[in-house]
């Protein structure tokens, strides 16, 4: 089982940006595939962002595409998730997840994809 916690969640302006990061602990972190997902009040948990174990592969839901970029430090065990141009249709509880092993591209924005889950991070955008 993987260990995820994730950091750098606050308060931010409208146009502002912010980075998340994700530890991660108890498998090899270079074997895992990673993911960010948000989750805003009264919606459901939905697919951000996400990365291959080896971080030459990313892949971006339309509405972050452009503002936001994942990327891994295999040699910190630690994801991150820079966020610019913040929009107020931003906020929401931001989770790291992970999978042990690779996945098929279009297994990479599929939460039933992923077994391992932080806590999330709370990220909220004033406009």
């Known amino acids: 089982q993987v260990q995820l916690v994730e950091s750098g969640g606050g308060l931010v302006q409208a146009g502002g940006s912010l980075r998340l990061s994700c530890a991660a602990s108890?498998?090899?972190?270079?074997?895992?595939?990673m993911g960010w997902f948000r989750q805003a009040p009264g919606k459901e948990r939905e697919f951000a962002a996400s990365?291959?174990?080896?971080?030459?592969?990313?892949f971006y839901d339309g509405s972050v595409e452009g503002r936001f970029t994942i990327s891994r430090d295999n040699a910190k065990n630690t994801m991150y998730l820079q966020m610019n141009s913040l929009k107020s249709e931003d906020t929401a509880v931001y989770y790291c997840?992970?999978?042990?092993?690779?996945?098929?591209?279009?297994?990479?924005?599929?939460?039933?994809?992923?077994?391992?889950w932080g806590q999330g991070t709370q990220v909220t955008v004033s406009s």
């Open positions: 108890g498998r090899t972190f270079g074997n895992l595939a």
């Open positions: 990365i291959s174990w080896t971080g030459m592969t990313t």
């Open positions: 997840a992970a999978h042990f092993g690779s996945l098929s591209a279009s297994d990479y924005k599929e939460r039933s994809a992923y077994e391992s």
